[in-house]
């Protein structure tokens, strides 16, 4: 039994020592020496120190303990430099009691078996004094000996803070050293002042001009300067060798611990590694460095420690630049993000876009079906051959350069009238009117169909219309020459327009009415006849327009409600009554126009006695006081014959009839006209004149007695005086 423990014993200790662990201090060293932490591998006594070269003397001095490396006090212990900071003795030469010169204090370093090496990188074997060589010898592993000369020819030529050679002379030492002795030449002639010899920290010299003539040098320091030792695991050679050996003690064990070649001299020693800090001799004596705390990360980054390590990360928006070492915007990220959010918007817009096209392709048919298209579209399927256009707005937009101002030519409360282009070269009139009432609009394609049948030299054509918009638009033939109310009304001064002509013109224009009376069942009503609806074509024909302002004659009860239109002056009496628009209503109005033709006068003045301001009341009157020279025109009055004066005034007079019934019909009109243009004392010579008239009305003008006519080519529809009680009224409202 015992046997067997004594045996587990022995392979525990075995295995223990075979292992290799790591060698670790006792619990209870003592962990300081005055300030001075003992940190292992040093430590005090053999058992707290990794070996006997680490083991710390703590002295007792004047009751104040300090560590000591030998006979050098110990000022500091490097883990990761691996070095030592001790105060090394000052050598002085300088006068003995008998007045010889003769070399004082301890006078080097034997490092010889021990981990320690003079440091060559931090230390200066340095001379102060005047005529002096230094040496510095090494006779323990190697030969060495080297030296400066400090050397003073003028005393006041020494400065401050410089050692040069002049008062003190400094000099490098070689890689490796472990023992020193300093001396000094004796065949150089101090005896002025003080010599002093020391390697040293170089950092830590600073000459003063002071240390020559005194002995400040040795008593400021009291006769001791810092050293910097470099010590390292030396027996093993480099840590390949140290790792391999295993009957060694390797000292690097503890895990994040690393073996470092020793850079003076043989051997190693340990670090920890890279991300830990700490002490690489003890187990677990590598912790993991928070490099965090150091602020490692640039400038809007953000640290995160890791073990072993830490990584910064820019904040979002931002990323990291190797060049300005910084988080900077991140102009992808951003660029990104905008052209994202662009792109995200360009999609929205172009839904919005796709949707609005939609919508108003939506209201388009809409309204194309409100104003009876589909109805239209059928018809004129049915009824090849029809020369009726159904524009799109697009293509009337085109026509007008976008409804261009400039194109305009006439204007009024009923609408607009433009000049345009369609199919290229055809010249139209495009009628974009103000307002359409409800009922209308049902009926509208219906209509239009009908009036785009009208065929008749003496109507303007109508070509086409357009649905697709709230208030449909009218395209007609384009008439070029102005109207009758022109003709009639812009005389210039003294010209002389054929009386005969106008007949002509009121002939036709009779023709034309009469074949929209007669055209349909129930008849086509024109609803605003006057001379500024008769358009005269380049042959000065009449052409009857805005006939798409009539409608056809209501055959129902419940379309007699509806609103009349017309032009004071024109208007039937009856309308105050019956507000029913009749094709004597039409009759009436032509009245109006045989006045104009015989009298040259508007028919309603706007300044005047009141009794003379409207032409039918004027020329109505006269007939009854049967004084009809009074009212003729002065180029009618004796020129024509008096027959046809006399039955154009009794026609006058027959459709000024205040009751409608009594008037006569549009073909008992033409009829007469043509009758009585036999009885012109000229009646065939009218085209001499026209001539003449044509060259006179060449130019446009614009306002004529108080009317307002935008052009002369005829499209005004409406004068200043609307009919007030139906003000707003549409083109096609009844
Ligand atoms: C420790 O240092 C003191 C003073 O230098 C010396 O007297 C003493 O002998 C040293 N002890 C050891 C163990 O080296
Ligand atoms: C070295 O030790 C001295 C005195 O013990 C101390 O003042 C100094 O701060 C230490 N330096 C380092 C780098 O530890
Ligand atoms: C030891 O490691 C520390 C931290 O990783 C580093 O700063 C130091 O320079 C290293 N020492 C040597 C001699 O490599
Ligand atoms: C002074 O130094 C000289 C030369 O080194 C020496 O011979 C002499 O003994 C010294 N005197 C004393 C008192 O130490
Ligand atoms: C240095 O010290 C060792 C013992 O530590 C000794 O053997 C050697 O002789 C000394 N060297 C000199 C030059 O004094
Ligand atoms: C030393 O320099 C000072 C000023 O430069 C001069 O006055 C003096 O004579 C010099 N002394 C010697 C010994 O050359
Ligand atoms: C050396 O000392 C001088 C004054 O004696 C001072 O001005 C200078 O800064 C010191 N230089 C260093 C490196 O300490
Ligand atoms: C050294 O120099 C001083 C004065 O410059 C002189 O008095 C002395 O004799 C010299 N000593 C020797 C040994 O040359
Ligand atoms: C040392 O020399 C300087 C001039 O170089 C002088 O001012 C100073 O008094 C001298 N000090 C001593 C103790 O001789
Ligand atoms: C240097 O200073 C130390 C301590 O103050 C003293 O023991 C030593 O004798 C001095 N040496 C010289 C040469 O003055
Ligand atoms: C291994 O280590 C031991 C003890 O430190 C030493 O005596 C031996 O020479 C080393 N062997 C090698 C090959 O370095
Ligand atoms: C240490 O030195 C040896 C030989 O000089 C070399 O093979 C090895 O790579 C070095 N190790 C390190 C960690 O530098």
Same mark, same amino acid.
């Given at each position: 039994?015992?046997?067997?423990?004594?045996?587990?014993?022995?392979?525990?200790?075995?295995?223990?020592?075979?292992?290799?662990?790591?060698?670790?201090?006792?619990?209870?060293?003592?962990?300081?020496?005055?300030?001075?932490?003992?940190?292992?591998?040093?430590?005090? #006594?053999?058992?707290?120190?990794?070996? #006997?070269?680490?083991?710390?003397?703590?002295?007792?001095?004047?009751?104040?303990?300090?560590?000591?490396?030998?006979?050098?006090?110990?000022?500091?212990?490097?883990?990761?430099?691996?070095?030592?900071?001790?105060?090394?003795?000052?050598?002085?030469?300088?006068?003995?009691?008998?007045?010889?010169?003769?070399?004082?204090?301890?006078? *080097?370093?034997?490092?010889?078996?021990?981990?320690?090496?003079?440091?060559?990188?931090?230390?200066?074997?340095?001379?102060?004094?005047?005529?002096?060589?230094?040496?510095?010898?090494?006779?323990?592993?190697?030969?060495?000996?080297?030296?400066?000369?400090?050397?003073?020819?003028?005393?006041?030529?020494?400065?401050?803070?410089?050692?040069?050679?002049?008062?003190?002379?400094?000099?490098?030492?070689?890689?490796?050293?472990?023992?020193?002795?300093?001396?000094?030449?004796?065949?150089?002639?101090?005896?002025?002042?003080?010599?002093?010899?020391?390697?040293?920290?170089?950092?830590?010299?600073?000459?003063?001009?002071?240390?020559?003539?005194?002995?400040?040098?040795?008593?400021?320091?009291?006769?001791?300067?810092?050293?910097?030792?470099?010590?390292?695991?030396?027996?093993?050679?480099?840590?390949?060798?140290?790792?391999?050996?295993?009957?060694?003690?390797?000292?690097?064990?503890?895990?994040?611990?690393?073996?470092?070649?020793?850079?003076?001299?043989?051997?190693?020693?340990?670090?920890?590694?890279?991300?830990?800090? *700490?002490?690489?001799?003890?187990?677990?004596?590598?912790?993991?460095?928070?490099?965090?705390?150091?602020?490692?990360?640039?400038?809007?980054?953000?640290?995160?420690?890791?073990?072993?390590?830490?990584?910064?990360?820019?904040?979002?928006?931002?990323?990291?630049?190797?060049?300005?070492?910084?988080?900077?915007?991140?102009?992808?990220?951003?660029?990104?993000?905008?052209?994202?959010?662009?792109?995200?918007?360009?999609?929205?817009?172009?839904?919005?876009?796709?949707?609005?096209?939609?919508?108003?392709?939506?209201?388009?048919?809409?309204?194309?079906?409100?104003?009876?298209?589909?109805?239209?579209?059928?018809?004129?399927?049915?009824?090849?051959?029809?020369?009726? /256009?159904?524009?799109?707005?697009?293509?009337?937009?085109?026509?007008?350069?976008?409804?261009?101002?400039?194109?305009?030519?006439?204007?009024?409360?009923?609408?607009?009238?433009?000049?345009?282009?369609?199919?290229?070269?055809?010249?139209?009139?495009?009628?974009?009117?103000?307002?359409?009432?409800?009922?209308?609009?049902?009926?509208?394609?219906?209509?239009?169909?009908?009036?785009?049948?009208?065929?008749?030299?003496?109507?303007?054509?109508?070509?086409?219309?357009?649905?697709?918009?709230?208030?449909?638009?009218?395209?007609?033939?384009?008439?070029?020459?102005?109207?009758?109310?022109?003709?009639?009304?812009?005389?210039?001064? *003294?010209?002389?327009?054929?009386?005969?002509?106008?007949?002509?013109?009121?002939?036709?224009?009779?023709?034309?009415?009469?074949?929209?009376?007669?055209?349909?069942?129930?008849?086509?009503?024109?609803?605003?006849?006057?001379?500024?609806?008769?358009?005269?074509?380049?042959?000065?024909?009449?052409?009857?327009?805005?006939?798409?302002?009539?409608?056809?004659?209501?055959?129902?009860?419940?379309?007699?409600?509806?609103?009349?239109?017309?032009?004071? #002056?024109?208007?039937?009496?009856?309308?105050?009554?019956?507000?029913?628009?009749?094709?004597?209503?039409?009759?009436?109005?032509?009245?109006?126009?045989?006045?104009?033709?015989?009298?040259?006068?508007?028919?309603?003045?706007?300044?005047?006695?009141?009794?003379?301001?409207?032409?039918?009341?004027?020329?109505?009157?006269?007939?009854?006081?049967?004084?009809?020279?009074?009212?003729?025109?002065?180029?009618?009055?004796?020129?024509?014959?008096?027959?046809?004066?006399?039955?154009?005034?009794?026609?006058?007079?027959?459709?000024?009839?205040?009751?409608?019934?009594?008037?006569?019909?549009?073909?008992?009109?033409?009829?007469?006209?043509?009758?009585?243009?036999?009885?012109?004392?000229?009646?065939?010579?009218?085209?001499?004149?026209?001539?003449?008239?044509?060259?006179?009305? #060449?130019?446009?003008?614009?306002?004529?007695?108080?009317?307002?006519?935008? /052009?002369?080519?005829?499209?005004?529809?409406?004068?200043?005086?609307?009919?007030?009680?139906?003000?707003?009224?549409?083109?096609?409202?009844?």
């Amino acid at each position: 039994m015992r046997v067997i423990l004594e045996l587990v014993l022995i392979l525990v200790l075995s295995t223990a020592q075979c292992g290799s662990t790591t060698k670790v201090p006792r619990s209870d060293c003592q962990k300081q020496c005055g300030h001075i932490d003992m940190e292992y591998p040093f430590g005090i #006594g053999t058992d707290c120190s990794f070996n #006997g070269g680490f083991d710390i003397n703590c002295t007792n001095q004047n009751g104040v303990f300090k560590p000591f490396i030998g006979d050098f006090e110990l000022l500091n212990i490097s883990l990761t430099q691996s070095t030592v900071r001790v105060l090394n003795f000052i050598t002085a030469y300088c006068y003995n009691s008998s007045g010889s010169m003769e070399v004082s204090g301890p006078r *080097g370093f034997n490092g010889t078996n021990t981990p320690y090496r003079l440091s060559d990188v931090r230390n200066k074997f340095t001379v102060v004094g005047c005529n002096t060589l230094g040496y510095i010898v090494d006779d323990g592993n190697r030969r060495y000996q080297s030296g400066c000369v400090s050397t003073c020819r003028n005393l006041s030529d020494l400065v401050d803070g410089v050692c040069s050679g002049m008062g003190c002379c400094q000099t490098a030492i070689p890689n490796g050293m472990y023992y020193y002795r300093a001396g000094f030449d004796m065949g150089f002639n101090t005896s002025q002042t003080w010599s002093y010899a020391v390697l040293m920290e170089a950092s830590e010299f600073n000459f003063s001009t002071a240390y020559i003539n005194s002995t400040r040098f040795n008593d400021t320091n009291a006769g001791r300067v810092p050293m910097v030792v470099d010590w390292a695991f030396r027996g093993e050679g480099s840590c390949v060798t140290a790792e391999r050996n295993e009957t060694g003690d390797y000292a690097c064990l503890s895990s994040n611990s690393k073996c470092v070649n020793s850079t003076n001299g043989p051997g190693y020693f340990c670090n920890c590694s890279q991300g830990y800090e *700490g002490n690489p001799y003890l187990p677990d004596g590598c912790r993991d460095t928070n490099e965090c705390n150091r602020h490692p990360c640039p400038s809007g980054g953000v640290c995160h420690n890791t073990i072993g390590g830490y990584y910064c990360s820019c904040r979002a928006g931002r990323k990291f630049s190797g060049e300005t070492n910084a988080c900077n915007p991140d102009i992808g990220l951003i660029i990104g993000v905008i052209a994202g959010f662009l792109a995200l918007m360009s999609i929205a817009f172009c839904r919005h876009m796709i949707i609005q096209r939609r919508k108003l392709n939506k209201i388009k048919q809409e309204y194309f079906r409100q104003h009876g298209g589909t109805l239209l579209f059928e018809r004129m399927k049915s009824e090849k051959g029809l020369a009726f /256009t159904v524009f799109s707005e697009a293509e009337l937009i085109h026509a007008t350069n976008n409804f261009d101002k400039s194109r305009i030519i006439g204007q009024g409360g009923h609408g607009t009238v433009y000049k345009g282009m369609v199919k290229d070269d055809m010249q139209v009139a495009i009628k974009r009117c103000a307002l359409i009432d409800e009922r209308q609009k049902k009926e509208f394609g219906q209509e239009m169909l009908i009036l785009s049948q009208i065929n008749h030299k003496n109507i303007v054509k109508l070509l086409g219309c357009c649905l697709e918009v709230e208030v449909p638009m009218l395209v007609y033939e384009f008439i070029p020459n102005g109207t009758l109310f022109e003709l009639i009304h812009r005389k210039n001064q *003294g010209l002389q327009i054929s009386f005969g002509t106008l007949l002509r013109i009121a002939h036709e224009a009779a023709e034309g009415l009469h074949f929209l009376h007669s055209y349909a069942s129930p008849p086509i009503l024109h609803g605003d006849v006057k001379t500024a609806n008769i358009l005269l074509d380049k042959n000065h024909m009449a052409k009857v327009s805005d006939f798409g302002a009539s409608i056809l004659a209501p055959s129902d009860k419940e379309q007699f409600v509806t609103m009349v239109q017309g032009t004071c #002056g024109y208007l039937y009496p009856e309308y105050m009554q019956t507000c029913q628009l009749t094709d004597k209503s039409d009759v009436y109005s032509f009245g109006v126009i045989i006045l104009e033709i015989l009298t040259g006068e508007v028919p309603l003045k706007l300044v005047g006695p009141e009794m003379q301001r409207s032409l039918s009341s004027v020329f109505l009157s006269a007939m009854k006081e049967n004084n009809l020279d009074s009212v003729l025109a002065s180029h009618v009055k004796g020129q024509e014959s008096m027959e046809l004066i006399r039955g154009l005034a009794e026609l006058a007079k027959q459709c000024l009839d205040m009751c409608g019934s009594n008037r006569p019909s549009m073909k008992e009109i033409a009829d007469e006209l043509g009758r009585l243009r036999k009885l012109s004392p000229h009646p065939w010579v009218q085209d001499d004149a026209e001539i003449e008239i044509e060259s006179l009305l #060449g130019g446009p003008s614009t306002t004529t007695n108080g009317f307002e006519i935008v /052009t002369s080519t005829g499209y005004a529809t409406e004068e200043r005086e609307n009919l007030p009680m139906n003000p707003g009224s549409s083109y096609y409202a009844r």
